[in-house]
Structure formats: C-alpha cells, structure tokens
C-alpha cells in the first residue's frame, strides 16, 4: 500500500541534544512537507521541498534543518537552537505542480524535550 | 502565519444531529480542502472545492465556499460517534508556491 511512513513515533530529547525524524513515502510525489502541530493548534509549516536537492524555509524554519537527497525521503532536524521543541511532527506529500496538491500526511511523531 | 480561521474552536452535539463547522481565510485561494485528524494521528483530506465552485458534496459531507466573503463551510449530516474528530481547513494561496496554509481547527465531539 502506499503512504508515508514517519519514524520514530515517540522520541524523547534531553536538551542540547539533535534528533532527526525520518520520513518516507512511496507515493511518488514531488513535494514533500514538515508541519509542526502544538496542542490545540492548527499545522504551522516548518520547510517544504518541491523537487530533489531543493527545498524551502516555512513559516517556522528556525532551528530546524532538511535534506532531501531522494525523492522519496525528506527528514528533518531539530537541532538544539530549536527552544521549544516538544510538538507533534507531521510529514505530508502531494503531486505539486502537477496536482490539486492534496496533501498525504503521516501518522505523526511526537517529540518530548525532558 | 495561519490563514483560515475556524468556527467555533470546539463543538459537542448529539448523535444523529448535524455538526457545521465555519472556516474564513485572508487571501485569494486555488482552492480550499476540509481534513480530519483523529487524536493523536495525522490528518486525513475529506473534500477539495476549487475557487470556481460553490458547493460541493461527498456521502454526509457538503461544502460551500463564498470568495467573495472568504469563507467556507463543512456541513456534516447525520453525525456518528466516530464521526469525533478535529477538522481544519486548508487553503491554497494563488500568489504562486506550494503552500498549503491550515487553521486552528474545529474539535468535535458525537455523543452516542
């Protein structure tokens, strides 16, 4: 079946600390998304890339970094500049240029900073 | 920035009574989508409808977008227990890019 697959689902962080979440989808689309949801929020974008070797900063790039060295894996950095990091990670995908860019979202990860 | 913004924050409703939940936007849009996001999960698109529309439906789904008022609305019918969700809408500037813009979301709860 195809979709997005996110890992880790929980990952706890002590400050100071990077961690990298991972995502990959089979779906072969384009783009592919990082979303950042705090509790009671809505998805506030952190980077998107449109294609290969190419990707953008969002609304709340700070302390975050991408790569995107294959079409189908996009995984993001929280690094330790990020001051708040615990939140609900959520990677998402669509066509892009090419489609009505529906987004196909994950299940998720769920980072807690101790 | 947050685009949409929905109304009300959160709903409770019998089961069997309809649930309308209110989105209104700031710029011209492509299009705007309805999602659901179960808790704890990531989210699920329900329904697209295009600037040039203005009414749209999908099984007990049905949307209506206004651009002239920047608004849409998400009408579910005949709602269900499992029908507890969050629901956000999404908008699709036209000002060019591939952002999809998202607002805080309408929490509903279906008593059974």
């Known amino acids: 079946d195809g979709g997005i697959t996110q890992s880790p689902k929980y990952l706890f962080r002590k400050e100071g600390q990077n961690v990298t979440l991972s995502c990959e989808q089979n779906l072969n689309h384009d783009a592919m998304y990082w979303y950042r949801q705090d509790p009671g929020q809505g998805l506030r974008l952190i980077y998107y890339s449109q294609i290969v070797n190419d990707f953008q900063k969002g609304d709340i790039a700070e302390g975050y970094s991408v790569s995107r060295e294959k079409k189908e894996s996009f995984p993001l950095t929280v690094t330790s500049a990020q001051k708040n990091p615990t939140a609900f990670y959520l990677c998402?995908?669509?066509?892009?240029?090419?489609?009505?860019?529906?987004?196909?979202f994950g299940a998720g990860s769920r980072l807690t900073v101790l | 920035s947050q685009q949409g913004e929905e109304d009300p924050q959160a709903l409770s409703i019998q089961e069997g009574e309809n649930a309308t939940m209110n989105c209104s936007y700031k710029t011209s849009i492509n299009n705007l989508q309805w999602y659901r996001q179960n808790s704890g999960r990531g989210l699920v698109h329900l329904i697209l409808i295009r600037s040039n529309e203005r009414e749209k439906h999908s099984g007990r789904l049905r949307v209506t977008l206004d651009t002239s008022k920047k608004s849409s609305s998400l009408l579910i019918t005949a709602s269900r227990a499992a029908d507890t969700a969050s629901y956000f809408c999404a908008t699709a500037p036209n000002t060019g890019g591939f952002k999809t813009i998202f607002g805080a979301g309408t929490r509903l709860f279906v008593k059974a």
């Open positions: 998402a995908s669509n066509l892009g240029s090419s489609g009505a860019n529906v987004l196909t």
